[in-house]
């Protein structure tokens, strides 16, 4: 399948060619900082950066382009968000999880817990319920689970 970063089709923009491309991308480019250079001043102008840019930003080697690199995010995060602190809502979409991690409640092995996944409705039932009380941003979480938490269920 071929990649589509603007696809709501899980397969088109999470693509594994795509990714070991990006990976291939990064490796050649580590340490070419005329590249990473121009990739700084593309970001200086605040326009965004694709995905290879960004994962190319954080893998530099050098050090000066690691320092130049936190200096603009530093720079960009204080001209978009100023000096606050920005919280997020949990929104709670499913807690099947084939995973073992012992600092989650939603782990294979707990037992005791009901296991539950909201409709569609329910999730819109919630997403009004807390825009109600005020938040403007939700952080989707989900125990990890290939039947019950597909891409497609939580796009």
């Given amino acids: 399948m071929k990649y589509d970063k603007y696809s709501a089709n899980a397969e088109e923009f999470i693509n594994h060619q795509e990714i070991l491309d990006t990976i291939a991308y990064v490796e050649a480019n580590r340490s ?40 603009l995010a530093g720079r960009l995060k204080d001209r978009f968000y100023g000096r606050r602190v920005v919280l997020f809502a949990p929104l709670y979409l ?6 073992g991690c012992t600092y989650c409640p939603y782990h294979l092995k707990n037992k005791v817990i009901p296991r539950r996944k909201l409709t569609q409705e329910e999730i819109r039932q919630e997403v009004i319920a807390l825009q109600d009380m005020g938040h403007k941003r939700l952080a989707l979480e989900a125990g990890e689970h290939p039947l019950h938490n597909t891409m497609e269920y939580l796009l």
């Avoid at 121009?38 to 290879?52: E, N, T, V």
């Avoid at 499913?94 to 995973?99: A, E, G, Q």
């Fill in 32 to 71: 070419n900082k005329e590249l990473q250079r121009a990739i700084l001043a593309k970001g200086a102008m605040a326009k965004g950066l694709d995905h290879r840019e960004a994962a190319l930003l954080l893998v530099a080697t050098d050090e000066d382009i690691r320092r130049e690199t936190a200096e």
């Fill in 94 to 99: 499913s807690n099947y999880c084939v995973n």
